[in-house]
């Protein structure tokens, strides 16, 4: 009988196991994010593919080319179910405000956000950034970042990281996570 419940209980642990394992797989690329008006979380955007990008507002060029090449794509492509986030790197300086102004400027469909957890979630998306001192400049830093954007799609499961940024890569990821995942 002992060893009935011996096995049992072995079973039940490693049952246990493998469902903590899949939630963690599962929940790898969520985030909570403050926008201009409210907290949320990944789930929230739901019913819409998203697709995620990291930079900040004082960025001289790479971030503001991205961002308007996403939304010419987006704007070709023509679809009302297509969310454009725009998650900030320099925490200190961009505020939720601005950073909607900024997105809104390029897509309509956008949220300008700030994460709880930037760290946690830039290791996630495999982000890489990194603050450099700049004392002689009227700015006093900039940030050193990865240049990608990831796409998720309706519900909000990774779909791909897009870093050769062309024209035609984006528009073929986007037309592929459509395909793929309707």
Known sequence: MKKIISILTTILILFAFVLFINKEK?????????????????????????????????????????????????????RQDIKLLFATLDEERDTTEQLQEMVGNFYNNSLGIKMKDLDKVAKAYNVKYKKIQMPDSAIKYSIAHSSAIYLLDKNGSFFTEVSNLTEEDITQAIQDMIKQRH
């Open 26 to 78: 599962a929940n790898k690329y969520d985030f909570v994010a403050q926008t201009q008006n409210k907290e949320i979380k990944l789930r929230d955007l739901d019913g819409e593919y998203k697709i995620l990008y990291f930079g900040y507002l004082f960025c001289p060029d790479v971030c503001p080319a991205t961002l308007f090449r996403v939304s010419e794509v987006l704007s070709k492509i023509n």
